[in-house]
């Protein structure tokens, strides 16, 4: 081995060495929060007043908290909730994006790129624009404090459609022209042709839109009254406005919380970064 | 127009009604709905009164005070939240370099960087209310983690040290919202956007580079940096959009919008315009008047900004 490479390989070695002090000091500050949340989770009410002294690993560890955060805020109930307007949100917006790219990439008519540049203008307007005079359509729909006044305003993006038609664009054709040639209607090629091909990008729309409706704050708080109708994120608020102190009980309802995006993300992880690279297309 | 050609449109029309339809609803219908609401005085109880441009002298302008002395807003308090919103904005530049920094570090290909990067984006996947309450605890004045371990360290160094009222004070309250929002967005979207961009640049010109000897540092300027800029001004974009938005949840859920409104944004003023005090007219004004500005900046960037951007 010459003096060169081997100075050569001294450096890259310095510089891995290096990389790994930074990116390590920053996944440690990444995850304190975490595991202090956790860690404050499994102590008892009293004690997470006495954590003025940090003890890193707890002396003991109760999880009386869960159950009780459990009942407090009716738990179930939120989940089943937030399942209900998510899931059915999420199909609603995936299957009209795709109707709509669909029509976009693959289908001729008149005007459809000044329709198409519309669209692109929508993603523009800021939420509290329509927030105001929505609360008001729903109003005088008699939607207040109904399952449909959380999902259906929320199902119909540009966004989406935008994203899915990136894709579609750039699918192979031939599959598509042997489908025609076999008599196959447009809505057969969508189904059993384009949909199928498309499954990293219907995926991550899928996360994204779920996501979304997950975490969506500002106008299940306008539309929703009735706490049996209440989404997670809103109960989660009242409750930690309600028990002014309890860190304790606010860690593990906050746990629980997390807990499906957290499963959502494991599962999803590569469509995550694939679709993040999708949706930020160059101009 | 042929059959064929009839067919296609017709299908066009299918394949688009659904989605179009839910826009024309729920986004055009509102869009010109608000912009009729703002010149009204509509509470939600009363029938609405045409009262022209009323709320927007109230918002935009101003007038002579006897007892100040002096010209004063007619809304000051819009002008503050103004200033709240662009102040929290300043976290924007800090955190693109530092998700560029992130994202040149674990652009190299080293064992384990898939880890780092599912790490660093945990902040983000778990964004929203869960987290807010958690930071809401970590800034507690007297048990929270920060200040616990300002005053441990103090012990250690042996100066009694201790933490800023970080959501309680106004001169802290601002820069904590920074703080905790660049914990969850700097490994977030906008890193693995760096990233995908990073590996698009062409690997022949950082040969090129070598070959003239070019330093690291040469090689980021006159290579990387060019290469990534279509996707920074979108990202930049995009957060400077974003940001003129945001802060509803952040207020509602930490701070109320205080310390003495020091944490109010313009969407969080919206809300309680329109949702505690009903005035449903006046807050359609500010919601238009934010719509407006965002579109000025947007065309803006585009026509000026997009002329400085290196395309590949």
Request: with cysteine; hydrophobic share 50%.
């Amino acid at each position: 081995m010459s003096d060169r490479t081997r100075s050569v390989r001294k450096t890259a070695l310095w510089k891995a060495a290096l990389t790994y002090l930074v990116l390590g000091l920053g996944a440690v500050t990444m995850l304190v929060p975490f595991y202090w949340m956790v860690l404050t989770s499994l102590q008892p009410p009293e004690m997470a007043f006495s954590m003025g002294q940090i003890r890193w690993i707890p002396e003991r560890i109760v999880w009386q908290n869960y159950p009780e955060a459990w009942k407090a805020i009716d738990i179930p109930r939120l989940y089943w909730n937030s399942i209900v307007v998510a899931v059915l949100g999420t199909l609603g917006q995936v299957l009209t994006s795709s109707l709509a790219a669909f029509a976009f990439a693959r289908l001729e008519f008149p005007g459809r790129d000044r329709l198409f540049f519309a669209y692109l203008a929508t993603m523009m307007v800021p939420g509290s624009v329509t927030m105001i005079p929505n609360f008001v359509l729903l109003r005088w729909l008699g939607w207040i404090d109904t399952y449909q006044a959380l999902i259906i305003p929320g199902m119909f993006s540009a966004y989406g459609t935008f994203l899915l038609r990136q894709f579609f664009m750039g699918l192979p054709t031939e599959l598509e022209d042997a489908a025609k040639i076999d008599g196959s209607s447009y809505a057969g090629i969508w189904a059993r042709v384009t949909l199928p091909l498309s499954r990293p990008a219907l995926a991550t729309l899928t996360t994204f839109t779920f996501m979304g409706f997950w975490g969506a704050y500002m106008w299940p708080l306008i539309i929703i009254q009735s706490p049996e109708l209440r989404t997670l994120p809103i109960g989660l608020a009242s409750f930690v406005g309600r028990y002014s102190a309890e860190y304790s009980l606010w860690m593990a309802a906050s746990v629980i919380a997390l807990i499906p995006v957290l499963l959502l993300f494991i599962f999803n992880q590569r469509y995550f970064q694939e679709g993040i690279k999708m949706s930020g297309i160059k101009g | 127009m042929t059959r064929r050609q009839k067919a296609e449109s017709l299908a066009a029309v299918a394949f688009l009604a659904p989605n179009v339809a839910g826009f024309l609803v729920f986004t055009l219908l509102p869009v010109l709905g608000a912009f009729v609401l703002a010149f009204t005085n509509w509470d939600l109880f009363r029938p609405p009164r045409w009262v022209g441009l009323f709320n927007f002298v109230s918002l935009l302008g101003w007038h002579y005070d006897e007892y100040a002395g002096r010209t004063v807003m007619n809304d000051p308090f819009f002008w503050k939240y103004v200033y709240n919103t662009l102040f929290l904005m300043m976290a924007i530049p800090i955190g693109i370099a530092g998700s560029l920094i992130c994202a040149l570090l674990m652009n190299q290909k080293l064992r384990g960087i898939t880890a780092f990067r599912t790490i660093y984006f945990l902040p983000t996947v778990c964004s929203g209310v869960a987290i807010l309450i958690l930071w809401k605890w970590l800034y507690n004045n007297d048990i929270g983690l920060f200040n616990t371990l300002i005053r441990q360290f103090g012990d250690w160094i042996g100066v009694p040290l201790r933490g800023p009222n970080w959501l309680g004070s106004t001169e802290w309250a601002k820069p904590s919202l920074m703080l905790m929002g660049l914990w969850t967005g700097l490994g977030g979207f906008n890193m693995i956007l760096y990233l995908a961009a990073l590996q698009g640049v062409p690997r022949e010109q950082y040969e090129a580079a070598a070959m003239d000897g070019a330093s690291a540092w040469q090689t980021f300027w006159a290579v990387t940096w060019p290469g990534i800029s279509p996707t920074t001004f979108f990202i930049l974009i995009m957060s400077v959009i974003g940001g003129f938005q945001g802060g509803f949840m952040t207020a509602n859920v930490m701070t109320q919008g205080g310390p003495a409104g020091s944490t109010t944004t313009i969407e969080y003023y919206i809300y309680n315009v329109a949702f505690t005090r009903f005035l449903m007219g006046y807050a359609s004004a500010i919601a238009w008047v934010l719509f407006i500005v965002i579109l000025a900046i947007t065309l803006l960037t585009w026509r000026f900004g997009g002329r400085k951007v290196t395309y590949v």
